[in-house]
């Protein structure tokens, strides 16, 4: 290819046009006669899920087989940046070997709220441990040459219609919680690429935010690469490319197209946007291309890889009487569904066809472990049964130890559906009581993507949580219950003891026009930790088989340095968390303490090591909206060094001359002085936004191009109200089955405009309007503008397909657009 000023100089304004959308759903378009090369991208996070026929973009058609690694959520409890990277690295060898030049992925949206349905696929409630586990995975796949696409950049914390609500937010949260991960990965990864996020932020969609994409991401953390919509999440084409979008996916046919150069033309769009977003993409297309061998896959090697990863991430949360390690020759009763059907990965567009999977059932006969039964124990879908429970019984008695899966069904989590609870399904509590009472040394091992209420937990002897640990799931969880691997998992996130604590109950997902972040910082430990509420389990927390003491701590502005030493018998490794608060007054609210540093420390029993941590830029900052600038308060802070947030031996002051003189709090935020977000009222929490906060009731007019779908509930058009009504019992019929509908779940999440959007071409902007036309009541003048815009948009696309081939030299072999999308 030739160098990218060149092309974009020989490029006519059509051609560069319709380079910034999709072909189709999964690859950009070509320029046959500069030889400009489609690329083509994958999910996702944990595994490579290239289609092989017919294309989706929701996990629901077959893919390549791949190795399924365990999920960002799993791998997030490792706090290991050198294993994320070793996994990124497999992952782009893969995707290589696959002809996969961008994968899409890792997802680092900060965890909000437990019930974010889409928890999985993304690493913690942590912004540096999000952000640097995240830059590990990219510098591992982009080693292979091939892209990444940090995701879903910013703001995305709720599936309940993900791609329409706007998400009201101050900028210091957003730019101390919600961006200082992305910001960490672009910084010091620098990934090639970038997915914006399906809603607005402060009014703008992720997409056409100027104050995102040109002034913090370009400008201020100096990207260089291509942002690319979400799956459907461009909106106005001109627009997004004036802000600094570069490409439209999947395929909006050539109505984009249109838009960008009619736009060019009236001359409101600047040309120089459109070559700069032209050269961002060239410049992608450079990079993947780069070179011109395949990577090659040991798949045995990928599947050890995925298993040390599993066991890496499992979390021991409790071990009464060191009942775990199981030693050599235990009897062993392996009792719950889960144990021979596992979950290990979640559902949507992350889901990988694994190249195969192991269960507890299977894997145990690897082990020296004797097997003496497995008992299904439960059903699946919740329905509670007395004989399956009763066997579990038996076979519990029969055994020195159970052994029982428990776990979140597929319906509790899902990209598109937030979760509705923390419970376990009652069946499951019922089964735990019952197998315990009848042998008291019972091993709970836990799948899910999440957290789960506990109030079971002293039924448990032991308890592992192995989050959804990928196809090897069930070897590395029984490489801890027989001391294989001595547990190094640290919880990535708080596990709260209900629902009904957590910060932002009542208020997630919010089902508005504008999810108003009102709690401002206080999310996960920020809040517990500073509301002093007590939780099941604190962020950080994770046991061992062996004992960690601290000691010597000495502090500076620059580092903090002290000694870990393994106090046990066993050799094993410790997560060193340093934490960072201000003490006395601060002029700006603030969380008690926040996570500013840690170190995996691995060690011999009786060894003790200095560790050294370096506090960086980011330890004492915080982002001043006055001076509109980072800054450091003066005064005085304490560094805390522990094994887990609420476990913090070793204390220091270090007293800063800083950027900005300390102060008292305006009056107005006292809500926040003590973390008391939960009844926020609107005076205080526009004080923070420092503007009004905008509508947050659906109107109750037409329904217009970017509201939700689902509120042809409430159209004027009975028929519409009809067509409603019907697909959502298919909706409920599917979920009550077990299995979200994720076709249904899209639409409904979605606006009208992805009728556009997602149809390669064959409803343009105008055909979607028309149809509104009718869902608003206007029959025969919808019918009619309905007709009128499907054939004018016929020959609108055919019209500029055409001119585009001509001049682009494409054979017309290669279906563009229209009639190539399943979506
Ligand atoms: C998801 C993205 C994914 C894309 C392509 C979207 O619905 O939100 O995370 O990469 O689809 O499958």
Redo the contacts with the bound molecule.
């Keep these: 290819m030739k160098d990218t000023a060149q092309l974009v100089a020989e490029l006519s304004v059509l051609e560069k046009a319709a380079l910034l959308s999709g072909e189709n759903?999964?690859e950009t378009r070509t320029i046959d006669r500069l030889s400009v090369p489609s690329i083509w991208?994958?999910?996702?996070?944990h595994g490579i899920?290239r289609q092989v026929g017919s294309a989706?973009?929701?996990?629901i058609n077959g893919s390549e087989l791949a190795t399924c690694f365990p999920t960002s959520a799993t791998v997030a409890n490792t706090w290991d940046e050198e294993l994320a990277a070793e996994i990124g690295a497999a992952l782009g060898r893969e995707a290589s070997s696959q002809g996969v030049n961008v994968l899409?992925?890792p997802?680092l949206n900060i965890k909000r709220s437990p019930l974010g349905g889409?928890n999985f696929?993304y690493f913690s409630e942590d912004p540096e441990l999000s952000g640097r586990l995240a830059a590990a995975y990219v510098r591992g796949i982009q080693s292979e040459g091939v892209a990444t696409?940090p995701?879903?950049f910013a703001v995305?914390s709720q599936e309940l219609r993900?791609m329409v609500t706007d998400s009201v937010v101050d900028e210091r949260t957003l730019r101390e919680i919600y961006l200082t991960a992305f910001e960490i990965v672009v910084r010091e990864a620098n990934p090639w690429a970038i997915?914006t996020?399906?809603n607005l932020i402060n009014g703008t969609y992720a997409h056409e935010n100027a104050h995102l994409l040109r002034d913090i991401l370009r400008d201020e953390w100096g990207f260089d690469g291509a942002v690319i919509t979400?799956?459907?999440?461009g909106n106005g084409a001109a627009d997004g490319v004036r802000a600094g979008g570069t490409l439209e996916?999947?395929s909006p046919g050539f109505d984009s197209v249109r838009r960008i150069v009619a736009a060019v033309d009236s001359g409101e769009l600047d040309e120089a946007d459109l070559d700069a977003r032209v050269s961002e993409l060239l410049n992608l297309v450079a990079r993947v291309t780069a070179r011109a061998v395949r990577a090659s896959v040991d798949q045995e090697a990928h599947h050890a890889l995925a298993r040390r990863a599993a066991a890496e991430s499992a979390v021991l949360l409790r071990n009464d009487d060191a009942l775990l390690p199981l030693a050599s020759g235990t009897r062993v009763a392996l009792i719950g569904d889960f144990a021979e059907t596992p979950r290990y990965q979640g559902s949507?567009?992350?889901l990988v066809n694994p190249t195969r999977v192991t269960s507890l059932v299977d894997a145990i006969g690897a082990t020296d472990l004797d097997l003496a039964g497995f008992a299904r124990g439960c059903r699946r879908d919740g329905a509670a049964d007395a004989q399956l429970v009763a066997e579990a019984v038996a076979a519990a008695k029969r055994a020195d130890v159970a052994v029982l899966a428990l776990g979140l069904p597929e319906i509790a989590e899902s990209?598109?559906l937030d979760r509705s609870g923390l419970s376990l399904p009652d069946a499951q509590v019922q089964l735990l009581r019952a197998v315990a009472a009848a042998n008291p040394r019972t091993v709970v091992v836990l799948s899910g993507g999440g957290p789960v209420a506990m109030p079971w937990l002293r039924d448990a002897q032991a308890l592992v949580h192995g989050y959804l640990g990928g196809q090897a799931g069930a070897e590395g969880i029984l490489d801890v219950l027989t001391g294989g691997v001595n547990p190094a998992g640290r919880l990535a996130e708080t596990l709260p003891i209900a629902l009904g604590d957590t910060p932002t109950v009542g208020r997630f997902p919010s089902t508005n026009r504008t999810a108003e972040y009102r709690e401002g910082p206080f999310i996960g430990y920020r809040y517990y930790d500073t509301r002093g509420i007590e939780v099941t389990f604190p962020f950080g927390f994770g046991l061992s088989y062996t004992s960690f003491a601290y000691s010597d701590l000495s502090v500076s502005e620059e580092r903090v340095t002290f000694t870990v030493t393994n106090t046990g018998e066993t050799a094993g490794s410790d997560v060193a968390q340093v934490y960072v608060g201000k003490t006395g007054s601060s002029r700006v609210l603030r969380p008690s303490r926040e996570l500013k540093g840690f170190a995996k420390v691995h060690l011999e029993p009786g060894q003790s090591r200095e560790v050294t941590i370096e506090l960086g830029e980011r330890a004492f900052r915080f982002f001043d909206v006055e001076s509109d600038a980072w800054q450091t308060e003066a005064g005085e802070y304490e560094i805390a060094v522990g094994p887990n947030v609420a476990d913090l031996p070793l204390t220091a002051m270090v007293e800063l001359d800083g950027t900005v003189a300390s102060g008292a709090l305006d009056s107005t935020l006292e809500w926040y002085r003590t973390g008391d977000i939960r009844n926020v009222p609107d005076d205080a929490f526009e004080a923070l936004l420092g503007r009004r906060a905008p509508e947050a009731e659906w109107g109750s007019g037409r329904l217009g191009f970017n509201d939700p779908i689902d509120r042809l509930e409430v159209a004027r058009s009975p028929l519409a109200r009809l067509a409603f009504r019907i697909i959502d019992k298919r909706r409920r019929a599917a979920e009550a089955k077990g299995e979200p509908d994720l076709n249904i779940l899209?639409m409904f999440n979605g606006p009208f405009r992805v009728i556009s959007k997602m149809s390669g071409g064959l409803a343009t902007q105008r055909l979607t309007e028309a149809l509104l036309t009718l869902v608003n009541g206007q029959t025969f003048r919808g019918l009619g503008r309905v007709i009128a815009a499907f054939l004018r948009g016929r020959r609108a696309e055919k019209r500029t397909r055409d001119s585009f081939r001509a001049a682009a030299g494409n054979s017309s072999n290669r279906a563009d657009g229209a009639g190539k999308e399943d979506d």
Aim: charged share 25%.
């Design positions: 759903t999964w991208m994958a999910d996702g996070p899920r989706d973009h929701l996990g899409l992925g997802g889409r696929e696409t995701k879903h995305n993900r997915m996020s399906y979400d799956w459907g999440g996916m999947p949507g567009s992350s990209e598109g899209f």
